[in-house]
């Protein structure tokens, strides 16, 4: 039996639809009949052959983020049904098929039930940005009730989850964001920060008393993680997914700060602690049934005949105007 998928047979190439076999479930694996794609940034990335850290060789179906309904089990599977509605971040990078595609044989330490109160594209939209944001503020940092959290780029894609976890988790949340988008900051519950306006020292000064921040959470990297050194306290910790540059330790250094960097790829490309990423989406469930965590989606819709649209749209968004998480739709 056959599927369309997209397949990018060279870099920068066209996503072009394609007739592929349709796969069956390993042991261990479930077939997913897949509804929706999220997108991120590191898609255009790989699409473009500039994501060496992803080894996801040509000809290769791309899409990490995905939801759907469970169509088989394989052997030894007893954690879902046929017929249960489930997400993930699945695949896309090391060769894994990704969820471009109609149906994906999948592992299935790596699903969750898909949240009750969220569309499959809501759901397609969280997996990569609420695995990196707890695994810093959780995993990483072990974020207490009470403390104080400044989320760089808190209205992006990882960041704005990151807020919603640091503000359901007890935090005091604070989130650098453009002018544009302090509104939607404050509807997360955090305070927000215009980092064109104010020095690090003066926002460090106006929202702590000069104390600096237990949490940092960068999600932009390059100059920001910089800045994210300098905001903060003695004995706190900053946590980034975009930690590659060349950086001085000195600000970090001067006030016993620590620093943990999350490479969030690690479990798809090694095929190890692959059931925390399922346990971790379980939690965001949690908290999405408790109305405590939601993604942003863009309102433009594609499916897989304009996914090329999608990545204009994504490259596009790296200039500010994005509205939200691209979702493709793929049923």
Do not use: C
């Not at 089990?73 to 007893?78: A, E, L, T, Y």
């Not at 994906?104 to 330490?109: I, L, M």
Request: charge should be negative; glycine fraction near 12%.
């Amino acid at each position: 039996m056959d599927m369309q998928a997209l397949v990018l047979n060279r870099y920068n190439g066209p996503l072009e639809l394609t007739s592929l076999s349709r796969p069956e479930p390993s042991r261990g694996e479930v077939l997913v009949r897949i509804v929706a794609s999220g997108l991120n940034p590191l898609d255009t990335k790989m699409r473009a052959g500039s994501a060496a850290h992803a080894k996801h060789p040509l000809p290769l179906v791309l899409g990490i983020d995905m939801a759907g309904f469970v169509e088989a089990v394989g052997q030894d599977v007893s954690t879902f049904k046929v017929g249960d509605e489930v997400y993930g971040m699945t695949g896309g990078v090391g060769g894994i098929q990704g969820s471009l595609a109609q149906y994906a044989a999948v592992d299935a330490d790596l699903l969750a039930l898909k949240p009750s109160n969220l569309s499959m594209r809501e759901a397609a939209a969280l997996p990569l940005a609420f695995i990196t944001s707890y695994s810093g503020i959780v995993d990483r940092a072990h974020l207490q009730s009470g403390q104080t959290v400044l989320v760089q780029g808190g209205a992006g894609g990882v960041g704005h989850v990151s807020v919603q976890l640091a503000h359901a988790l007890g935090a005091t949340v604070f989130a650098t964001a453009s002018t544009r988008d302090q509104a939607f900051i404050e509807r997360l519950g955090a305070t927000p920060i215009d980092y064109r306006a104010q020095t690090v020292e003066q926002y460090v000064d106006s929202a702590t008393q000069g104390e600096g921040f237990d949490l940092v959470v960068d999600t932009v990297g390059g100059a920001t993680l910089d800045a994210s050194f300098a905001a903060v306290r003695h004995f706190g910790h900053v946590v980034s997914a975009l930690g590659w540059g060349t950086h001085a330790l000195a600000p970090l250094s001067f006030r016993e700060a620590t620093y943990s960097g999350v490479f969030t790829l690690y479990p798809l490309l090694s095929g190890k602690h692959r059931a925390h990423h399922g346990e971790m989406l379980r939690e965001a469930t949690r908290l999405a049934e408790e109305g405590k965590l939601s993604p942003r989606l863009d309102p433009r819709r594609f499916d897989l005949r304009s996914a090329e649209l999608a990545y204009d749209a994504l490259i596009e968004g790296s200039q500010g105007n994005l509205q939200g998480r691209i979702v493709v739709d793929v049923a």
